[in-house]
């Protein structure tokens, strides 16, 4: 199984973006599936996480704006952005922690 996450793109301060994490298998097999960030020049962060039971847990700095759900019928795992600063710039990627399978990046940019 392979995930590609797509989605990311420009936008302005305060504005929205949803990503998507696609599976090309069953993304429900794969369980706990988690979003993580790299900002430009850091090290890759931990942004949220939602498990096979649809529990999430946020970082703090996107808790009450990022919301993560899942689709196990289409097989895939979203990440609702809204309220966008411009730390929150860098590639999300999607990551399956029980296979420690990672996923291709989709570049975020909030800029105005």
């Known amino acids: 199984v392979q995930l590609q996450a797509s989605g990311g793109g420009l936008v302005q301060p305060g504005g929205s973006l949803r990503l998507s994490c696609a599976a090309s298998g069953s993304i429900a097999s794969l369980g706990e599936i988690g979003w993580y960030r790299e900002p430009p020049g850091k090290q890759r962060e931990f942004v949220a996480v939602i498990n096979s039971g649809e529990q999430t847990s946020y970082a703090d700095f996107v808790r009450g704006r990022f919301t993560v759900s899942r689709d196990n019928a289409n097989n895939a795992v979203y990440l609702q952005m809204n309220s966008l600063y411009s730390e929150d710039t860098g590639i999300y990627y999607c990551?399956?922690?029980?296979?420690?399978?990672w996923g291709h990046g989709t570049l975020v940019t909030v800029s105005s």
């Open positions: 990551y399956a922690l029980t296979y420690r399978l």
